[in-house]
């Protein structure tokens, strides 16, 4: 009996998984209509307990780009959201009506269980620990714009201890992109341990370097990508708001850190994005930026990754 590949984390995923879905997406970015088909007969499920734009929009929109269905499950009014159902009960009852499963959720523990009980594939749309929907985006962005991963440097400046850092920090380390993280110091805002260490492991197979530095300065110079995220993501209360702004605002991406970097380099940000706080209005709206090309390439990406998902299935 075949194992259920789920897209969970990159840290379980092969370089050669990773190339398949980049190289599948760059074909289907390329040449939609030849896959028009792709997933006729199909249904996803789409399970949210966060809200979202870019995640619900790109799934839908790709399953019916691909003659499919989505099915849109919001957690606050249902069994599961209310406690009147467990996950192994919800879950092992979807496998039985469609044919994929993403969620959207704050508790990583919660998609973790999910794989477990289920008999098809499931997709982390985003938990608090991970978002490897968003890395593999990202690196189609980077493939897209600069050719090629190899001896390419990507900076990420602000809050670090975050869902897409340790999602970059495995899809970067595993595809030979050197990457440097520059945030406060302290572990409120640093990675996580577990996944620095797993990222070092995997620059050594790739080539790649890894680094974490409290000098933002020194995060962005020569680099070829520049990536910031919100400081206040969905599960931070907003109490918390005036201390991490003093303790964030030197890690701002703004025109003086741009112009460190590459000649050429590029501006990134998963979205969404407050002007004024993660980054000046004059980057994100600047000739370097190609965050709305990022976004595009969530919906060729996981449209991707549920082609190979079921066919690993």
Not at 126 to 150: E, I, M, Y
Not at 195 to 209: D, F, M, N, W, Y
């Amino acid at each position: 009996m075949k194992t259920m590949i789920h897209l969970i984390t990159l840290k379980n995923w092969a370089r050669e998984q990773i190339e398949e879905v980049l190289d599948l997406a760059a074909d289907m970015k390329k040449v939609p209509e030849k896959f028009q088909d792709a997933m006729r007969g199909k249904v996803l499920v789409m399970i949210f307990e966060k809200p979202s734009l870019r995640t619900r929009v790109s799934f839908e929109t790709g399953m019916c780009q691909m003659g499919g269905d989505a099915i849109y499950y919001d957690m606050s009014t249902s069994p599961l959201g209310m406690g009147k159902e467990t996950i192994h009960d919800t879950i092992r009852t979807l496998s039985r009506y469609v044919d994929l499963i993403m969620a959207r959720l704050y508790e990583h523990e919660k998609i973790e269980e999910m794989a477990k009980y289920s008999e098809i594939p499931v997709i982390n749309g985003l938990t608090n620990f991970s978002h490897p929907c968003q890395a593999l985006a990202d690196l189609l962005t980077v493939r897209d714009h600069k050719g090629s991963f190899k001896g390419r440097t990507l900076a990420y400046l602000g809050d670090a201890k975050n869902n897409v850092t340790h999602s970059l920090l495995y899809g970067c380390s595993k595809m030979g992109v050197n990457i440097r993280v520059g945030c406060p110091e302290g572990e409120d805002y640093s990675p996580l341990p577990e996944v620095l260490s797993s990222a070092l492991e995997a620059g050594k197979q790739s080539g790649a370097s890894v680094k974490v530095t409290h000098n933002p300065f020194e995060a962005v110079e020569g680099a070829d990508i520049i990536y910031t995220d919100s400081w206040m993501s969905y599960h931070i209360p907003p109490e918390e708001l005036e201390a991490r702004v003093k303790a964030l605002t030197p890690f701002q991406v703004d025109a003086k850190k741009m112009a460190l970097g590459a000649p050429d380099a590029i501006f990134m940000n998963c979205l969404p994005a407050l002007r004024g706080c993660e980054q000046t209005a004059e980057v994100i709206d600047g000739p370097h930026s190609v965050v709305f090309d990022q976004a595009e390439n969530r919906l060729h990406t996981q449209k991707a990754i549920m082609v190979k998902l079921l066919e690993e299935a």
